[in-house]
DNA sequence: TATTTTTTGAGAATCATTTTCATTTTTATC
DNA sequence: GATAAAAATGAAAATGATTCTCAAAAAATA
C-alpha cells in the first residue's frame, strides 16, 4: 500500500502525507464499503487531529488516482472500497441494507456490444441490483 | 395520464391535485430526464405559486407508485422520468453529458442467474456505463 | 538548513433535499 | 351544494453530505 501510494503522489507531483498513508490503510484494511464518516471515525483513533475536510480531499484524490471506488450503494451518501483489478457489481438488500458482491460475464459481454452498437469509448460500469435477501424475504411474505 | 395518477391516488388513499396532474403532465410530456428545478421551472410557468417542496414530495410520491424512475447520471442531484414497461439503463459521457438509452437481454438474463445464486428477490436492476461519445472520443485523441 | 510548494484543520459555505407548520385544497358526509 | 375531517401545499427553516476558504503546518526541493 505505501509503495503504491508513494508511486502514485510521485507520479502525479503530490505529497505522501501521514493523513494519505493512514486513510490508503484504512481503506485497504477494512476490505468492505466504507463510508467518510466511518473511516473519519477510523483515522481519528490514530489521529485526533485529522479532519473531514482531509478525509473528503483524499477520497477524492484516490479516486482520481484510481486507487479506490466510490459506489452508491441506496442511502444518500458515497461508499469507498479499494479497487481491484477485477471489476464487481453489487446486490443490495433494500430491508436489511446487506450487500453482495458479483461479477459476470454477460455484463462484459453487454458493455463490448454497446461499445460497438454506439461507438462510445466506455470506461465505466456501474451495476447495482436491488430486492430482498433470503432472510428478508420470507419475514416479508408470511402469507 | 390523469386517468392512471388518479387511478393510483385513489388505491394509496392520496388526493388528486392540481399540483399532481401538472407535474405527473410535464414529466411525461418532458420524454426525456428531468431534474427537480427544470421541473420546479416548468411548472411554475402554469402555476407561479407552487413550491420547491411540493415538486420534491411529489417525485418522491410518483416514485413510490412505481410511475416514475429516479436516476443519477453523473451530477450531484436525481433525474427522473416516465417509468415505461421495459426496463431500460443509460450510458453517459463523461465529456458532454450526452445519455444513451439502451436495454439488453444480456442484463435481464445476469439478473435471473443472479437471482438463483444469491437467491435474492431481486426487484430493482440500474445500469450506467460510462465514457466518451463518438465526438468527444475524437476531440480528446489529437495524437 | 532555508525556501518554495503543497496540504492540513477548522469552520463557513454550498447545494440538493426534507421538514415544519400555518393555511388552503380535497375528500367524504350529509 | 354546504360542512367537517383529512390530506396537501407554500414558505421558510432545517438537514446532511460534501466542498471551499484561509491561515498555519508539513513536505518537497534546493
Ligand atoms: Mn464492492
Ligand atoms: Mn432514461
Ligand atoms: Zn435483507
Ligand atoms: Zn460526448
Redesign the interface.
Known sequence: MKMILKKYCKMSGRSVTNQRKLLLDLIYRAKGHLDADELFRRAKEQQQRISLATVYRNLKLFKEMGLISEN?LGENHSHYEIRSPVEHHH?V??SCGRV?E?D?P??D???L???Q??????????????????KC?QKRKPS
Open positions: 452508491r446486490l438488500c433494500r453482495e458479483f459476470s454477460l455484463i459481454e453487454a458493455r456490444r454497446l461499445q452498437q454506439k461507438e462510445f469509448d466506455i470506461f465505466s460500469v456501474q451495476l447495482k441490483m436491488e430486492g430482498y435477501c433470503p424475504k
